[in-house]
T-cell receptor, first 114, second 113 residues
Framework: EAGVAQSPRYKIIEKRQSVAFWCNPI?????LYWYQQILGQGPKLLIQ????????DSQLPKDRFSAERLKGVDSTLKIQPAKLEDSAVYLC????????????FGDGTRLSIL | AQSVTQLDSQVPVFEEAPVELRCNYS??????LFWYVQYPNQGLQLLLK??????LVKGINGFEAEFNKSQTSFHLRKPSVHISDTAEYFC???????????FGAGTTVTVRA
């Protein structure tokens, strides 16, 4: 089966600019996650979708981050405006369900803020 | 809320030697435990998981882990490593409350010939 697809793989922007990341989950996976992985740390959950509804966005900095999952398939994560501390790898994952179903990760987008 | 502590940030090991990566967790409710591996410039891949039943769990690539409830630990082991096992390893925990994964900071394993 095709894995989780993410684009772009790398992005370099200046602070205060905006950026968007795209994720296409594995076909049939109802649950989609966005994680932020800062260098030297483990991934931190930003937002979790079940189909096209938000299950958990408690750790999403909503003043600058937004995410949507239209039609319960693809998802986009946006940052506007970006800050230096947003430099990280943004990982998308998907699973059949959220109750301990294995999460399948994409290769991530590495974001550098200048 | 649950948390995870990986006790070793870096583990150098020679090829064909055994390796153990230590993981401790804290939680006030029942937990589920996972080990993931991340190769350079890639996403995370599930190695193994403990949900219930036997406390000794076998995973892919010859890895195994043992759940110890009294010591709140879930250490990962491999009896003989290969160069290709060089990667970052993450321990993660979820609880029966919300099933959200909380990851440790990771352990970098470097296998040398």
């Amino acid at each position: 089966e095709a894995g989780v697809a993410q684009s772009p793989r790398y992005k370099i922007i200046e602070k205060r600019q905006s950026v968007a990341f795209w994720c296409n989950p594995i076909s049939g996976h109802a649950t989609l996650y966005w994680y932020q992985q800062i260098l030297g740390q483990g991934p931190k959950l930003l937002i979790q979708f079940q189909n096209n509804g938000v299950v958990d966005d408690s750790q999403l900095p909503k003043d600058r981050f937004s995410a949507e999952r239209l039609k319960g398939v693809d998802s986009t994560l946006k940052i506007q405006p970006a800050k230096l501390e947003d430099s990280a790898v943004y990982l998308c994952a998907s699973s059949l369900g959220y109750r301990n179903q294995p999460q399948h990760f994409g290769d991530g987008t590495r974001l550098s803020i200048l | 809320a649950q948390s995870v502590t990986q006790l070793d940030s870096q583990v150098p090991v020679f090829e064909e030697a055994p390796v153990e990566l230590r993981c401790n967790y804290s939680s006030s409710v029942s937990v589920y435990l996972f080990w993931y591996v991340q190769y350079p410039n890639q996403g995370l891949q599930l190695l193994l998981k403990y949900l219930s039943g036997s406390t000794l769990v076998k995973g892919i690539n010859g890895f195994e882990a043992e759940f110890n409830k009294s010591q709140t630990s879930f250490h990962l082991r491999k009896p003989s490593v290969h160069i290709s096992d060089t990667a970052e390893y993450f321990c993660a925990v979820s609880s029966s409350n919300d099933y959200k994964l909380s990851f440790g900071a990771g352990t970098t394993v470097t296998v040398r010939a």
